[in-house]
């Protein structure tokens, strides 16, 4: 199984859920691989070591939409681009907009998304989408809906989908791959739940997003990528097939749109 999505470097302890993920000795399996992200200039050089030293691991580089006021920033600018091109870095981003923070302004993030956006077409490698809104509004959903559209974004992730039908609707049409993480799991999650259920077996990814959203039954513990096994079980039995068929779709998909060698 592999985790699409993981940020490695912020887990408390990063060499033991490393050795953990990828233990043979465990009663589930090694890990095949997993996805660590980058969200500003430093933790981007965090992850592309820890792929260089294990691998299994590989990165994601780019701006979190909450760093994105970085963008301005020349020297972040340059170093992400030159992470970007090396071999272990498998996708950009994640970039995306977060409205529920405040943390970045709207035009920034807008500059942030366009550059990596940029960015992605011309390695091409997919483009992480991180999608966050303020309780009860869209405003985020929205806003990605239409600069996707703009960018003619055709490889991508929605990474941790929050069950936007707008946003399901053009990231599909689009071609976009739609990542589920621990919170589909949450007893208040039915539109996500609803989403596992209908996104077409080609284009659904699992991931964990540790250490943060770990899946029932490890609701309130850190996160860690074995616990991508949780998720990837309860979506299956969401649509209905049998964990090792969900497993087979999901990883399929992982290697395709991340171009994963064979491990």
């Known amino acids: 199984m592999i985790d699409t999505h993981c940020h490695l470097d912020r887990c408390k302890d990063t060499d033991g859920v490393i050795q953990v993920a990828f233990d043979d000795s465990e009663s589930s399996g090694a890990l095949a691989a997993a996805v660590t992200i980058g969200i500003d200039p430093a933790s981007c050089q965090r992850a592309v070591a820890l792929a260089e030293q294990h691998e299994r ?34 996708a950009i981003g994640e970039s995306g907009f977060d409205y529920y923070w405040d943390a970045a302004s709207a035009d920034a993030q807008r500059e ?111 996160n860690q990528p074995s616990y991508v096994r949780h998720t990837a079980a309860f979506v299956a039995q969401l649509r209905g097939v049998e964990v090792e068929v969900l497993e087979q779709q999901t990883d399929a998909n992982a290697r395709r749109i991340y171009n994963l060698p064979a491990l």
């Open 57 to 90: 691991v590989f990165a994601a580089v780019g701006l979190h939409p909450t760093n994105a006021e970085q963008v301005k920033d020349a020297d972040a600018r340059a170093t992400i681009a030159e992470l970007a091109t090396h071999p272990k870095v498998v």
């Open 112 to 222: 942030s998304f366009f550059w990596q956006a940029e960015l992605a077409n011309n390695l091409e490698k997919p483009l992480i989408l991180h999608v966050r809104d303020k309780q009860g509004k869209r405003d985020a959903s929205a806003e990605t809906a239409q600069r996707l559209q703009e960018a003619n974004c055709h490889q991508g992730i929605l990474h941790c989908f929050n069950g936007d039908e707008g946003l399901l609707e053009i990231g599909l049409a689009l071609g976009l791959m739609v990542s589920f993480a621990g919170n589909v799991t949450f007893k208040k999650a039915p539109a996500i739940q609803a989403s596992a259920k209908i996104v077409p077996e080609a284009r659904i990814l699992v991931e964990t997003d540790s250490p943060y959203l770990a899946p029932v039954p490890k609701r309130g513990k850190p």
